[in-house]
């Protein structure tokens, strides 16, 4: 059973920097591409960064030129660098993984807090 787990969360201050990780990918066969989205308090989930088999990434533009998402295929992860972090970047964190023949695994989500 495939389990993704999140971590590097935690609470920032505007102008710092965080790396969340996602494990748990590396027995996944298929896949077409790993990333991350979140969910902002009292919005939608949202795409903020996917990376593609070929090293090929697609950022939302809120993040572009400040995060940067990174994969290891061989271990199955996928990190997410996060840079000059701002109050709106504060939300939960999921990691995503799109296995081609079957769909969407995600993880459980990891709290990322920007606040003075």
């Known amino acids: 059973q495939v389990q993704l787990v999140e971590s590097g969360g935690g609470l920032v201050q505007p102008g710092g920097s965080l790396r969340l990780s996602c494990a748990g990918a590396?027995?996944?066969?298929?896949?077409?591409?790993m990333g991350w989205h979140r969910r902002a308090p009292g919005k939608e989930r949202e795409m903020v960064a996917l990376?593609?088999?070929?090293?090929?990434?697609n950022y939302a533009d809120s993040v572009k030129g400040r995060f940067t998402v990174s994969r290891d295929s061989a271990k199955g992860t996928v990190d997410l660098h996060m840079n000059n972090l701002k109050p709106e970047d504060t939300g939960v964190y999921y990691c995503?993984?799109?296995?081609?023949?079957?769909?969407?695994?995600w993880g459980q989500g990891t709290q990322v807090t920007v606040s003075s």
């Open positions: 590396k027995d996944i066969p298929r896949i077409s591409f």
């Open positions: 990376i593609g088999n070929t090293g090929l990434t």
């Open positions: 995503r993984v799109r296995r081609a023949d079957v769909g969407d695994y």
